[in-house]
T-cell receptor, first 113, second 118 residues
Framework: SAVISQKPSRDICQRGTSLTIQCQVDSQVTMMFWYRQQPGQSLTLIATANQGSEATYESGFVIDKFPISRPNLTFSTLTVSNMSPEDSSIYLC????FGYGYTFGSGTRLTVV | AQTVTQSQPEMSVQEAETVTLSCTYDTSESDYYLFWYKQPPSRQMILVIRQEAYKQQNATENRFSVNFQKAAKSFSLKISDSQLGDAAMYFCAYRSTNYGGSQGNLIFGKGTKLSVKP
């Protein structure tokens, strides 16, 4: 299965600022997925990032708030923009490993104060 | 749209005993994948077991096994000989076999928090 390096692992940010989360995969993958996990909740898909095209956002998530970069087949970033305390969550990236399932990054715990 | 339901917010089991976590799902597709993921306090999502819908045989991985009832759209996880390290949130997830857009992503249930008593 693929191995994902996600960083930062955690951050505390001031409201109104932005944070960029990075995910590096040790193999080339077509799609990368970004999830949000609010405190005590399940995972909700934010968007799917394909290399060379615009990310596909789920209902309730917009590009201006969560811009995504996918410059190549092994790397992606998610930015949480103009943050408010409601953005305090765990953010995870994920890729599918053929014949195995999905591998997740270790998550970024974001606290907005 | 597909949905995944985990009706047990919390479960508890005695160490060395067996526990079963429930999961039901709703879909109109005939072929799909089902997963159980474990998320300990470290928040790392760990794949426990996967099942292809076209396979009638229930998947097993050491102490973990599933009871896959396709007609009933049920996918329960059985943990045998429970260990303290099994304590975690367990998520049931569904994946369509369709590709394109966001169809390749996982749809998660709300999770079941499993406690293991020594």
């Amino acid at each position: 299965s693929a191995v994902i390096s996600q960083k930062p692992s955690r951050d505390i940010c001031q409201r109104g600022t932005s944070l960029t989360i990075q995910c590096q995969v040790d193999s080339q993958v077509t799609m990368m997925f970004w999830y949000r996990q609010q405190p005590g909740q399940s995972l909700t898909l934010i968007a799917t990032a394909n290399q060379g095209s615009e990310a596909t956002y789920e209902s309730g998530f917009v590009i201006d708030k969560f811009p995504i970069s996918r410059p190549n087949l092994t790397f992606s970033t998610l930015t949480v923009s103009n943050m408010s305390p409601e953005d305090s969550s765990i953010y995870l990236c994920s890729v599918e490993s053929f014949g195995y399932g999905y591998t997740f990054g270790s998550g970024t715990r974001l606290t907005v104060v | 749209a597909q949905t995944v339901t985990q009706s047990q917010p919390e479960m508890s089991v005695q160490e060395a005993e067996t526990v079963t976590l429930s999961c039901t799902y709703d879909t109109s597709e005939s072929d799909y994948y089902l997963f159980w993921y474990k998320q300990p306090p470290s928040r790392q999502m760990i794949l426990v077991i996967r099942q292809e819908a076209y396979k009638q045989q229930n998947a097993t991985e050491n102490r973990f096994s599933v009871n896959f009832q396709k007609a009933a759209k049920s996918f329960s996880l059985k943990i045998s000989d429970s260990q303290l390290g099994d304590a975690a949130m367990y998520f049931c997830a569904y994946r369509s076999t369709n590709y394109g857009g966001s169809q390749g992503n996982l749809i998660f249930g709300k999770g079941t928090k499993l406690s293991v008593k020594p």
